[in-house]
């Protein structure tokens, strides 16, 4: 028994290892990304409590009474079960692409430095390119304002790639005021009303495979129909913008934003 003890704590210490060598090749490679600080925290966490000595550790748990005990364990259970079935709706709902026609396009925005696009941007923007070639004339919404690190809004860069690889620059509508998803939609919406458009508007939503299951559901409380185009998400960066979504999907649920 004491065997396996040491083993699970060698194991333990190993992964919280590797979430802090991730958290530094994200710092190092990538800059400051948000959310990677979980994994240093988490990472450093789990190396120093499974460092103390079992018996010291088993001996602080048993203080508690019985019934605490069991509670904690069956959080702790609940909380694990919960995390697999969210991620796995965020993962599946990351490789549905839905190819059909849809009223406008609205592509996310993602951040820029400076004024250089970023990687998730590019993919969003090199998906929209891919369904304009399906259907060159659905209006594509780009949607995104100015983060106080960028040097022009995010939809005017966005704008401006689109063009650059031979998208129509008057099918292109720029919604530049957001400054989250909620956002994005609830601008977006404006911007269609002022066209003087129909109601019951179908849209289809571009933005990267992680981000996408709550993408959709934002677009729906906006009162869209909504329609999914994933594009791929930065394979280095993935482990900490899906687990980072778990999150942000609770968030949304429980607040609805």
Not at 64 to 72: H, L, M, T
Request: hydrophobic share 45%; aromatic share 12%; net charge positive.
């Amino acid at each position: 028994m004491k065997g396996k003890i040491k083993l699970t704590n060698k194991l333990l210490i190993l992964i919280g290892s590797i979430f802090v060598i991730y958290y530094l090749i994200l710092r190092f490679f990538y800059g400051k990304i948000a959310f990677s600080e979980t994994f240093l925290i988490g990472g450093v966490i789990l190396i120093i409590y499974n460092s103390i000595p079992t018996d010291k550790k088993v001996s602080l748990f048993s203080k508690f009474p019985e019934i605490i005990r069991r509670g904690v364990c069956i959080f702790v259970v609940i909380c694990i079960a919960i995390f697999v079935f969210v991620e796995g709706i965020i993962i599946y709902n990351g490789f549905v692409q839905d190819k059909g026609k849809s009223d406008y396009v609205i592509v996310l925005g993602a951040g820029l430095r400076g004024s250089r696009i970023t990687t998730a941007l590019r993919c969003r923007l090199d998906s929209a390119v891919e369904y304009n070639k399906l259907y060159s004339e659905v209006p594509i919404i780009v949607s995104g304002g100015q983060g106080p690190d960028e040097d022009l809004s995010e939809a005017e860069a966005m704008k401006n790639y689109l063009v650059t690889k031979g998208v129509d620059e008057k099918l292109i509508i720029e919604e530049n005021k957001s400054t989250n998803t909620y956002e994005n939609f609830k601008f977006s919406k404006r911007k269609i009303k002022e066209i003087g458009d129909k109601k019951n508007i179908t849209i289809t939503v571009i933005t990267n495979n992680f981000h996408m299951y709550r993408a959709k559901m934002l677009a729906k409380d906006a009162g869209f129909k909504c329609l999914g185009y994933p594009s791929p998400g930065h394979r280095v960066l993935a482990v900490n913008f899906y687990i980072r979504e778990f999150f942000a999907v609770i968030k949304t649920i429980v607040f609805g934003y």
